[in-house]
């Protein structure tokens, strides 16, 4: 499958130039803006190149460690459930753990429970 990193780039530019970025907090869900990436590094989809994520940690007010979300059914250690999110399945992807930008997010979805959230904290700290 061809990528349009040229139609990314022209958003991605328009994402930056944003003034200011959402608040956020640990727990949360977001449709954020991951964009065309290179070559397994999950991608975002549709018009805005999105994918809902879970918000691990927060860096500073600028920055967030996020994991994407995905609503494959392949199970894997690494690929915890983390429940419906929007009336559909999803699983964390841990192994596509990144730094995110806040200026990316683009609508909050909704929070994981705490119980769930420090399953998926836990899994991290013994992946790393």
């Known amino acids: 499958m061809?990528?349009?990193?040229?139609?990314?780039?022209?958003?991605?530019?328009?994402?930056n130039e944003r003034p200011?970025?959402?608040?956020?907090?640990?727990?949360?869900m977001w449709w954020c803006a991951l964009g065309v990436n290179v070559g397994?590094?999950?991608d975002g989809s549709g018009?805005?190149?999105?994918?809902?994520?879970?918000?691990?940690?927060?860096?500073?007010?600028?920055?967030f460690i996020a994991i994407?979300?995905?609503?494959?059914n392949h199970e894997h250690p690494l690929r915890p459930s983390v429940g419906t999110v929007e009336g559909k399945d999803a699983r964390a992807l841990l192994?596509?753990?990144?730094?995110?930008?806040?200026?990316r997010l683009i609508r909050k979805i909704e929070y994981l429970g705490q119980e769930r959230f420090e399953e998926i904290r836990k899994t991290v700290?013994?992946?790393?």
Request: no cysteine; hydrophobic share 30%; glycine share 4%.
């Open 47 to 63: 018009r805005q190149y999105d994918r809902p994520v879970l918000i691990l940690k927060g860096l500073s007010a600028q920055t």
């Open 20 to 28: 200011d970025a959402p608040f956020y907090h640990e727990r949360e």
């Open 95 to 103: 192994s596509q753990l990144r730094v995110i930008d806040a200026k």
């Open 125 to 128: 700290r013994d992946m790393l």
């Open 40 to 42: 397994f590094e999950q």
């Open 68 to 72: 994407p979300l995905t609503t494959s």
């Open 2 to 15: 061809e990528k349009d990193f040229d139609k990314w780039n022209e958003q991605k530019k328009g994402i």
